[in-house]
């Protein structure tokens, strides 16, 4: 089993090939890629070192699934490439993603959809992930209407250089900035850029994503996208709507009894998820939970996750688990 990772030097990537290991996944080859300039340098994947390649030679070298994690453009140039000579790709990039004819795949929901004709699949936008992780369980329960969501996402949703910058900050150094204003002690009320309906785009990959993975076109969401102070885990506080009324001890009965999510809710004892306590987990934390009480048929509830896990390396290699489970690469 020959694996690509593309984009092996960076966060993500990075994350990727700790995942790929503590997994136990079957990699008899690893092929690490990043940029032409880092090709020839080394990585160290299970006690061994290995060098960094080209895209060409990645390609030549004919594995049987590269997991993309180097940005859009990337993926949309090289991603039909790899397709083309028979390897399926799993991309970490938004360029895939709303494609009506790539699938959009988060395993414990929608991976049934998946073939072995699918050579380019998506992974989803981080925050969209572990939200829908969340929710999936209680829409098959109750239906969903409508979801308002507020994210409280961490620096290292923006990479290396946003964390550098936060850190920087901390520190009093004078550095190169990845956000237009301070980080530290502020919240910055923009994630990538905004489109001409106010939003942003991270606010509409939620939008839209939710919808695809849910397969529910009628699940209507408004999103608003915040950078926050914090290293490493998003938050989300989201307010969700159902078709029917709920029993608030049968939800958590729902949230407990589902795969990837743990449920960590006793306010008497301050009992939340909480970033902090997400770190280095692939799980999905919920807590919070209580009714709406200012209309009916509504719940609101705190998702917290880490978002370089199961927001991004966990489930790219979750998905590559599930084609190799079932004989799809």
């Given at each position: 089993?020959?694996?690509?990772?593309?984009?092996?030097?960076?966060?993500?990537?990075?994350?990727?090939?700790?995942?790929?290991?503590?997994?136990?996944?079957?990699?008899?080859?690893?092929?690490?890629?990043?940029?032409?300039?880092?090709?020839?340098?080394?990585?160290?994947?299970?006690?061994?070192?290995?060098?960094?390649?080209?895209?060409?030679?990645?390609?030549?070298?004919?594995?049987?699934?590269?997991?993309?994690?180097?940005?859009?453009?990337?993926?949309?140039?090289?991603?039909?490439?790899?397709?083309?000579?028979?390897?399926?790709?799993?991309?970490?990039?938004?360029?895939?993603?709303?494609?009506?004819?790539?699938?959009?795949?988060?395993?414990?929901i929608n991976a049934d959809i998946l073939t072995r004709e699918d050579?380019?699949?998506?992974?989803?936008?981080?925050?969209?992930?572990?939200?829908?992780?969340?929710?999936?369980?209680?829409?098959?329960?109750?239906?969903?209407?409508?979801?308002?969501?507020?994210?409280?996402?961490?620096?290292?949703?923006?990479?290396?250089?946003?964390?550098?910058?936060?850190?920087?900050?901390?520190?009093?150094?004078?550095?190169?900035?990845?956000?237009?204003?301070?980080?530290?002690?502020?919240?910055?009320?923009?994630?990538?850029?905004?489109?001409?309906?106010?939003?942003?785009?991270?606010?509409?990959?939620?939008?839209?994503?939710?919808?695809?993975?849910?397969?529910?076109?009628?699940?209507?969401?408004?999103?608003?996208?915040?950078?926050?102070?914090?290293?490493?885990?998003?938050?989300?506080?989201?307010?969700?709507?159902?078709?029917?009324?709920?029993?608030?001890?049968?939800?958590?009965?729902?949230?407990?009894?589902?795969?990837?999510?743990?449920?960590?809710?006793?306010?008497?004892?301050?009992?939340?998820?909480?970033?902090?306590?997400a770190h280095n987990t692939d799980e999905v934390f919920v807590g919070?939970?209580?009714?709406?009480?200012?209309?009916?048929?509504?719940?609101?509830?705190?998702?917290?996750?880490?978002?370089?896990?199961?927001?991004?390396?966990?489930?790219?290699?979750?998905?590559?688990?599930?084609?190799?489970?079932?004989?799809?690469?």
């Open positions: 089993m020959k694996v690509a990772v593309v984009g092996a030097t960076g966060l993500v990537g990075s994350k990727m090939l700790q995942v790929l290991d503590e997994r136990k996944f079957p990699v008899t080859e690893l092929i690490p890629v990043a940029s032409e300039r880092s090709v020839g340098k080394e990585v160290e994947f299970k006690g061994r070192k290995y060098k960094i390649v080209s895209m060409t030679d990645a390609i030549a070298a004919r594995p049987a699934v590269a997991i993309f994690s180097a940005g859009g453009s990337t993926s949309l140039e090289w991603a039909p490439k790899f397709a083309e000579a028979g390897i399926t790709v799993i991309d970490n990039s938004s360029a895939w993603r709303m494609d009506p004819n790539k699938p959009l795949i988060v395993p414990e050579k380019i699949i998506a992974n989803p936008n981080c925050s969209t992930i572990q939200m829908v992780v969340a929710l999936n369980p209680l829409y098959k329960r109750y239906g969903i209407k409508r979801i308002v969501v507020s994210t409280y996402q961490s620096v290292t949703g923006t990479g290396v250089k946003a964390v550098t910058q936060l850190l920087n900050e901390r520190q009093g150094i004078a550095g190169e900035q990845a956000y237009k204003y301070p980080i530290d002690l502020n919240v910055i009320p923009q994630i990538d850029v905004f489109l001409d309906n106010g939003y942003t785009k991270e606010e509409m990959k939620m939008v839209k994503e939710t919808c695809k993975i849910m397969r529910d076109d009628s699940i209507r969401v408004t999103a608003t996208a915040v950078r926050i102070p914090v290293v490493g885990g998003h938050s989300e506080s989201v307010n969700v709507e159902f078709d029917k009324d709920f029993d608030m001890a049968e939800v958590r009965s729902i949230l407990q009894a589902s795969a990837g999510v743990v449920v960590v809710d006793d306010p008497a004892n301050q009992q939340y998820p909480m970033p902090m306590a919070r939970l209580r009714r709406d009480e200012s209309q009916p048929n509504t719940l609101n509830l705190w998702i917290v996750s880490d978002n370089l896990r199961k927001g991004a390396a966990t489930n790219a290699v979750q998905i590559a688990e599930y084609l190799v489970d079932r004989g799809l690469v």
